[in-house]
């Protein structure tokens, strides 16, 4: 075991790769939150075995750890013990707004400038990715040499070839070569969007075409996380569903699913290390073959837990083999509570598919059912909060167990239908959690609730810009008095980032395209405006062109690449702001 302060930790762990650093490469790879919730990241996983892969690469793994920077310590890597400064490359994989504040803590407890800008050659070069940066990179984009948009497998090989020549060449030459490589975002060399003109340069996102060729499955195994010992498998990427408050709907676009035999070929080697399996996918019941996997699962002895599911339909199979399983909680996420939101949100499920799955909770035995509802979607009303509370005491009459519900404000982001939205203002937000709060109290329901004025200070990182890196490097402490006492010192008017935006005018997020068309968002947007649901992908993406985010030959790669005649494509007028979303 290599000296570690961490020793207690990397004992505990099954998978942990250990290299001499003699002739490697020498990569630090950062997940901006504590141990425990960074190893339940699959993502981090997947990118630790790729970077291993490499044997000429040592990649080890490096934390937020906030006693140790109260403690005055220096950061350190988990597998050697070294200081940041020893590698050739810092490299973040970033899932959430909120832990930006964590990726400046880090970078000053590890001594660096915090900057890009102030740093050369002598410095590690700072690379970072994830889905937090695909649809917005802006904000934390001074800090940054470069940034990955999209998802990351494929670039990884070309990324490796280049550090391996060059990553310690004067800086200024190492970023250009970066800036060659697709998907890859040089923010020295790229002016914000504002600054370019009316023919921006914008960064084309990343998106794998063959999924197998990188198994998205644990690597790593530890008791001290969330997950436990538990086997993560990717099972689907992508959700073709369209919900238009979801961000992962629009930004892992296509919809693109594992074959079952690949799964269960997973599953066996998971399976060597515990009877746990983690199914995990935008949807994980919208898999083609979910009722076969979850059965054969169920054949092998697995115990099952999924990272979401949707009621329309229903997997039985599926909730039969989680229960067998020991699944002690089952969540439902009906988003809204009246039919009407959920039309404008396109959150198909109906009120009749949602209780369906209610009472199957209840004859299946599940301890706990658990509802995960957004509030503050564009265009409720008080009507809308109501109509959640009566179908919770419907659900209340059915189960009879333990039941609980989330009751989180909703945040537009951008690349999404919604993301020119106003986000509702934090008053109405808690006079809505508070009468959900009295209401489920009657109902002896538990409610979860984040706090609606902690979500605007999200709202502002998700649609942000450039300007929000000397906030995020002005803040004396983490609070919400503190965020907006820097926003005020530096300018900044919370109004602009939450307000409605007018969407005539490129956003700074624009910067990245996703593959979705602006018109495609337009059209979305009208429709949100009239209730009505919007197309969705249909099985596995093949045979649409309606979004753009699928070219010919993969949409129809199951015709032989021979497209049908093309029918008509939502227009692109750009509409006049919408009242209603205010």
């Not at 690349?415 to 009657?442: C, N, S, V």
Request: aromatic fraction near 10%.
């Amino acid at each position: 075991m290599p000296h570690s302060p961490y020793a207690s930790l990397l004992a505990r762990e099954t998978g942990t790769v250990y290299k001499d650093w003699g002739g490697r490469l020498p990569i630090a790879l950062a997940f901006p939150n504590t141990y425990y919730v960074g190893m339940s990241s699959l993502a981090l996983q997947v990118l630790y075995r790729r970077f291993n892969e490499h044997p000429d690469v040592v990649c080890e793994r490096v934390f937020w750890d906030k006693a140790a920077a109260e403690a005055g310590k220096p950061l350190l890597s988990l597998e050697s013990g070294r200081p940041m400064d020893a590698f050739a490359v810092w490299a973040f994989t970033i899932s959430f707004e909120m832990d930006y504040f964590h990726v400046v803590a880090m970078l000053r407890q590890a001594g660096f400038p915090p900057l890009s800008r102030d740093r050369d050659e002598t410095w590690p070069l700072l690379i970072a990715g994830g889905p937090g940066l695909t649809m917005n990179p802006e904000p934390l984009a001074p800090f940054f040499d470069a940034i990955v948009i999209g998802e990351g497998e494929e670039v990884i090989d070309q990324l490796v070839e280049l550090w391996r020549e060059a990553v310690y060449a004067p800086r200024q030459e190492l970023l250009a070569a970066l800036d060659r490589i697709p998907g890859v975002y040089v923010p020295a060399l790229v002016p914000p969007i504002g600054e370019q003109g009316s023919q921006p340069r914008r960064i084309e996102r990343l998106w794998v075409r063959d999924l197998e060729r990188y198994p998205p499955i644990s690597s790593l195994y530890t008791p001290e996380t969330e997950f436990g010992d538990m086997h993560l498998m990717e099972i689907a990427r992508g959700c073709g569903r369209g919900c238009r408050f979801c961000l992962a709907g629009y930004v892992y676009r296509p919809p693109r699913e594992q074959p079952l035999e690949r799964l269960l070929e997973w599953a066996e080697e998971g399976l060597r290390h515990g009877r746990r399996i983690g199914l995990v996918s935008a949807a994980v019941s919208d898999h083609s073959q979910i009722d076969e996997l979850a059965t054969a699962l169920a054949e092998r002895g697995a115990a099952i837990s999924v990272s979401s599911m949707r009621v329309d339909p229903i997997s039985v199979p599926l909730l039969k083999a989680m229960r067998a399983g020991g699944t002690q909680t089952l969540t439902i996420a009906p988003e809204a509570g009246s039919q009407r939101l959920r039309d404008v949100i396109s959150k198909t499920q109906s009120e009749a598919q949602l209780l369906q799955a209610v009472e199957l909770a209840q004859s299946l035995g599940f301890p706990q059912l658990k509802f995960y509802f957004m509030i503050g979607h564009p265009t409720e009303t008080q009507e809308d909060i109501e109509a959640l509370v009566q179908f919770v005491a419907k659900a209340r009459a059915i189960f009879k167990r333990r039941m609980a519900i989330n009751a989180t404000p909703f945040v537009p982001k951008a690349h999404t239908p919604f993301q020119w939205m106003a986000m509702t203002d934090e008053k109405t937000l808690q006079q809505r959690q508070a009468y959900i709060q009295k209401h489920m109290g009657r109902m002896q329901v538990a409610v979860r609730a984040d706090s609606p004025a902690w979500m605007a200070i999200q709202g502002v990182l998700a649609r942000g810009d450039r300007r929000l890196a000397s906030v995020l490097l002005d803040l004396p402490q983490l609070s919400v008095a503190a965020f907006w006492e820097a926003m005020a010192r530096h300018g900044l008017d919370r109004d602009e980032f939450l307000g409605a935006r007018d969407p005539a005018v490129l956003p700074p997020w624009a910067i990245v395209e996703s593959g979705v068309s602006d018109a495609f968002f337009r059209y979305e947007w009208r429709l949100a405006a009239r209730a009505q649901v919007g197309p969705h992908c249909p099985p596995d993406s093949a045979g649409c062109l309606t979004c753009g985010v699928c070219d010919e030959t993969w949409a129809f790669r199951t015709s032989g690449g021979v497209p049908p005649r093309r029918s008509a494509t939502p227009s692109a007028p750009v509409p006049a702001p919408i009242p209603l979303f205010v």
